[in-house]
């Protein structure tokens, strides 16, 4: 043990991380998980090289919650901007373009099948708007990004403004999906909870009735909103069961909740092979218009409302589910709810 203390001591220390100023550790901190139980942070200088005009560092978040373990690279650049999240550094692969590289840097690294389409239009920090549209059975599955021009770095999401909020900014930006999405509570909310779920997902189905006795106290307050985020590649028939609540919820808003109710109850027993009779019949028995019911389930717009959620949240730094956003804000749950409505009642205090 002396021997590996007194080696590690003659290593050159590793360099400092550079400072991103005052706003930047703001938005940082507004921007990372508001997490339940105690955060260990540490920062590190970047190891890529960044384009010019940017400083950035890296963020690593320890704790025994997994919700709030992860890593984020936070980027300043010299125009004004932030970013936060995970982007990519393409290297080690092949291309005679842009497009390509990312494709086969995807393909490589991921196994998963993007086809990207570039804006050859500079952004403020001087990058390209990219829509990587990933390949899913399902259909294509829409991303968005930011690339230098010469497609050595792809940032998901985008860069916001350092004189922005960024919890309000992340809130606008799925703004859109939210007012398709199923939702209860205020009309005229102080306190919106937007929780990404999937009805495959096992800690979806535990943490179902966390926002019951939030809307059971604050209902006249507060909003909850579902967010259907399938896993597409894991979950067999979560995308059915997200395009099929959508279906019940545009013609009975209060069956959806049931309608939730009773496929989390049944979670374990449901298969691919079972699932539309089992959404069917519960059309069937709350009397739904099963002639509508049958179209909604086909209709390509839903489905491409749901796809286009999902690659929302993907390029917008969601990264399980179940996930809650409290105002714009990303917060841990904790073990069994009980710290979104202590959240939730800090914000009423306000």
């Not at 979560?238 to 009773?262: N, S, T």
Request: charged residues 25%.
């Amino acid at each position: 043990m002396a021997l590996a203390v007194a080696a590690a001591a003659q290593e050159a220390p590793e360099p400092p991380p550079p400072p991103l100023g005052d706003r930047a550790e703001k938005m940082i901190k507004e921007g990372l998980p508001v997490c339940a139980e105690k955060v260990e942070m540490t920062k590190a200088a970047l190891a890529h090289k960044l384009p010019i005009n940017m400083t950035g560092n890296v963020i690593q978040l320890k704790s025994e919650r997994q919700t709030c373990a992860g890593q984020w690279v936070a980027i300043v650049s010299r125009e004004g901007g932030f970013f936060l999240g995970v982007p990519w550094f393409i290297e080690g692969v092949s291309g005679a373009t842009t497009e390509a590289k990312l494709k086969n840097f995807a393909w490589t690294n991921l196994q998963q099948n993007y086809d990207p389409v570039i804006e050859r239009k500079p952004t403020r920090e001087g990058l390209y708007k990219v829509i990587l549209m990933q390949t899913t059975e399902r259909g294509k599955l829409p991303m968005t990004a930011e690339i230098n021009p010469d497609g050595s770095i792809l940032f998901f999401g985008h860069f916001y403004p350092l004189n922005e909020d960024i919890r309000e900014s992340r809130t606008k930006s799925f703004q859109p999906l939210l007012d398709k999405s199923p939702f209860t509570g205020s009309a005229k909310p102080a306190v919106t909870v937007v929780e990404f779920s999937d009805f495959e997902c096992p800690s979806c189905q535990r943490a179902s009735l966390f926002l019951k006795p939030i809307l059971d106290k604050y209902g006249d307050r507060v909003r909850y909103v579902r967010f259907d985020l399938p896993l597409l590649t894991m979950h067999p028939w979560a995308f059915a069961a997200a395009v099929a609540g959508r279906a019940i919820w545009l013609q009975k808003p209060e069956a959806f909740w049931e309608y939730k109710k009773q496929v989390y109850a049944t979670q374990e027993k449901l298969t691919a092979f079972t699932f539309d009779d089992f959404a069917r019949g519960f059309a069937q028995d709350n009397e739904l218009d099963l002639k509508k019911y049958d179209a909604d389930i086909a209709s390509p717009d839903i489905q491409s409302t749901i796809l286009s959620g999902v690659g929302a949240a993907f390029s917008n730094d969601v990264r399980a589910t179940p996930t809650y956003m409290i105002n714009g804000a990303f917060v841990d749950p904790g073990p069994d709810g009980k710290a979104l409505e202590s959240y939730v009642a800090g914000l009423l205090k306000k």
